[in-house]
């Protein structure tokens, strides 16, 4: 696999799985609503933090791959 083929990999993996994190996310709180179920929103909330963090941690693996050190 060429590293063109893995970098896209990368993104694909970072928007994909900032979608699946998010999306339910974005659906616990909005079934929520006006409920005092604080239960929805906090893991909604996590939810949404998670698909964040892991997102941005697959796309800037992605982008680091792309780089070359200066010792090589």
Same mark, same amino acid.
């Not at 999306?23 to 239960?39: C, I, N, Q, R, S």
């Not at 941005?56 to 680091?64: A, P």
């Given at each position: ?16 799985? *900032? &979608? ?13 609503? @006006?409920?005092?179920?604080? @239960?929805?929103?906090? *893991? &909604? ?5 998670? $698909?964040? *963090? ?7 693996? $992605?982008?680091?791959? @792309? ?6």
């Amino acid at each position: 696999m060429n590293l063109t083929s893995m970098k896209t990999l990368a993104r694909t993996g970072a928007v994909l799985s *900032f &979608g699946f994190f998010s999306v339910p996310g974005l659906a616990l709180m909005a079934h929520a609503g @006006g409920d005092a179920e604080t @239960g929805q929103i906090i *893991f &909604g909330s996590l939810f949404i933090g998670v $698909g964040c *963090f892991a997102g941005t941690l697959l796309w800037l693996m $992605g982008e680091k791959l @792309g780089t070359k050190s200066n010792g090589q």
